[in-house]
């Protein structure tokens, strides 16, 4: 046999002589000594390959967990007792977190209490977070690799006076309280408001989750007591188990990374429903009711069609009533003033008695001021100023808030031909059960009020059926020349059938002349109309102004104080 021979032998007898984890080693070392010509084909590198898969894997032993103790210590023993113990502490505490957060600040249109939107940083922060609680989040995989690996026979073998039955629950117990972990992840991301917020909340349900390897610990070291200690350091915490065939550990590996891609999907779907609706408005109210206060701006500028009109009075009552939300601006909602004859939108035409289009005021945030604004494109503070500009009229305090609600707390700006302050009143005009319509109506699905009619002689309208209306109150006189005024009732189809429909601006009853009004002549209409704050006497003739009936409903439905 010749020297090289010789040296190849003493190689094979070396390899033979070694353990299972020095084969492949050996292996290598043959290869790369040897020369180019002794290199191992396609199929030795296959067959490298799978050795190389095989061997990767560690030995599976039990998890240092008080987990374990539920199946490798006596029922009744102290050591069950004390896995049940730090079970119970950390189930309660994660339950206890999931109930504060669903029910402190849920309603019923937002059960999870989501916020009405948050900022970029925020939201960058909630997707973050998804990553680091999946890569955190262990219980699961510990779980599934326990059950995947560890089968029935190879327990029995190890373990032949132990319940396998047991072993499989307390595995399906960590995956539950993964779960649950996972859960409150979740509902705290939805939840969440600040970056910090997120990140110290996850790392306080990351604790509660890791009690189990916490307490193993502290018994382990003797703290607890003699007898949990040997229970936490007996020799089954070293036992083997028998390397599984190569298919069956693939098979398992692929069944938790789908685990891991379905837990991540589904995480990413419920925050992206969420982020999707914070971004349109849906947790914010849809519709307000809105109360400017009594300010009163003396000559205003008023610009249409590049007209400069200035003889007039702003009267910020004018604009109470219903506000629409209408879409978004700057991430934020976009509320539009409605119709003060049914609080719908408003339709395009001309005001009746002046001539110009009415044109709704809105509210919306301005990031240029950081502060949320009323603003009508009609009116502007100086002639000088900017025609495409957010020209304010109210503005609240500075504030990031998403939710125009919360600005009302303090009073809001108010330009006046200077600056001055005024106490401004916002309610979310939905209702919730029928006490939100003063007991007068019935609340319904959609939030609206159907208000009681000709009860006792009492019917009530209003947005929540806030405002009375006495039978005998539909005819009303004057104090002098005993000029009579009624409300009146027109047929909502325009058609001149049976009237349904009662004559109202702002909520409260159009009042029309009767009689007995001096100096009255063919075609005059008299009306008494709230306009916010106060009542108004208008005079206008249908002759002169050459309009129709039809055209006086639709003037009455597009009136507006202004």
């Not at 922060?125 to 995947?148: K, S």
């Not at 029995?156 to 779960?179: C, D, E, T």
């Not at 969420?274 to 849809?286: F, L, T």
């Not at 009042?511 to 108004?536: A, Q």
């Amino acid at each position: 046999m010749t020297t090289s021979d010789e040296s190849v032998k003493l190689r094979s007898i070396y390899v033979g002589d070694c353990p299972d984890n020095l084969l492949h080693t050996a292996s290598v070392v043959d290869v790369e000594t040897n020369g180019g010509n002794n290199l191992p084909n396609h199929d030795d590198n296959k067959d490298v390959k799978e050795d190389l898969d095989e061997s990767v894997h560690e030995p599976i032993t039990l998890p240092e967990s008080t987990h374990t103790l539920f199946f490798t210590q006596p029922i009744c023993s102290l050591s069950v007792g004390y896995a049940t113990g730090i079970v119970i502490l950390s189930s309660l505490c994660l339950f206890m977190a999931l109930f504060d957060n669903l029910y402190s600040d849920s309603s019923p249109d937002n059960p999870l209490a989501i916020p009405e939107g948050v900022n970029r940083s925020v939201r960058g922060a909630q997707y973050l977070a998804i990553f680091i609680t999946l890569i955190m989040e262990e219980e699961i995989p510990t779980g599934i690799v326990l059950l995947r690996t560890i089968t029935q026979d190879s327990f029995h073998a190890k373990f032949p006076n132990r319940s396998y039955k047991k072993f499989v629950a307390a595995a399906l117990l960590r995956i539950f309280l993964g779960y649950a972990f996972l859960v409150n992840v979740y509902i705290i991301l939805a939840q969440a408001t600040g970056v910090l917020e997120i990140f110290y909340d996850v790392l306080a349900l990351q604790f509660i989750q890791q009690l189990d390897d916490i307490g193993f610990n502290i018994a382990k070291m003797g703290i607890v007591g003699r007898r949990l200690r040997h229970a936490c350091t007996a020799r089954l915490f070293h036992t083997e188990f028998a390397k599984q065939k190569f298919q069956r550990n693939k098979k398992c590996s692929i069944f938790l990374k789908c685990v891991y891609v379905l837990n991540f999907v589904v995480f990413l779907s419920g925050m992206m429903f969420v982020s999707i609706r914070q971004k349109n408005g849906y947790y914010q109210c849809p519709t307000l009711d809105v109360d400017w206060g009594d300010g009163v701006w003396e000559d205003p500028i008023i610009v249409i069609n590049g007209t400069v009109y200035t003889d007039y009075f702003l009267v910020f009552a004018y604009f109470n009533g219903v506000y629409q939300q209408v879409g978004t601006y700057n991430e934020r909602p976009l509320y539009r003033e409605q119709r003060k004859f049914d609080n719908k939108e408003m339709v395009p035409r001309q005001n009746l008695y002046h001539g110009i289009p009415v044109i709704p005021s809105e509210i919306k945030y301005s990031t240029d001021i950081g502060a949320w604004i009323f603003t009508h494109p009609y009116i502007k503070k100086s002639i000088d100023e900017d025609p495409d500009s957010e020209s304010w009229l109210l503005r609240s305090p500075p504030t990031e808030d998403f939710d125009l609600l919360s600005s009302t707390a303090e009073d809001w700006s108010i330009w006046l031909g200077r600056i001055d302050t005024t106490r401004v009143t916002i309610a979310c005009n939905l209702c919730i059960d029928d006490t939100d319509c003063n007991l007068n109506g019935f609340c319904q699905p959609d939030g609206s009020c159907i208000c009681k009619e000709n009860v006792g002689g009492v019917s009530y309208i209003g947005s929540h059926c806030e405002i009375k209306l006495r039978e005998d109150c539909g005819t009303i006189k004057s104090e002098k020349g005993n000029v009579t005024y009624s409300i009146q009732k027109y047929s909502s189809d325009g058609s001149g059938g049976e009237p349904d429909t009662l004559f109202q601006e702002y909520n409260r009853p159009v009042y029309t002349h009767i009689k007995n009004f001096p100096n009255s002549k063919e075609g005059d209409v008299y009306w008494l109309v709230y306009t916010g704050r106060r009542w108004f006497g208008i005079v206008f003739n249908i002759i002169e102004l050459n309009v129709t009936e039809q055209d006086v409903l639709i003037g009455t439905q597009n009136f507006h104080g202004k």
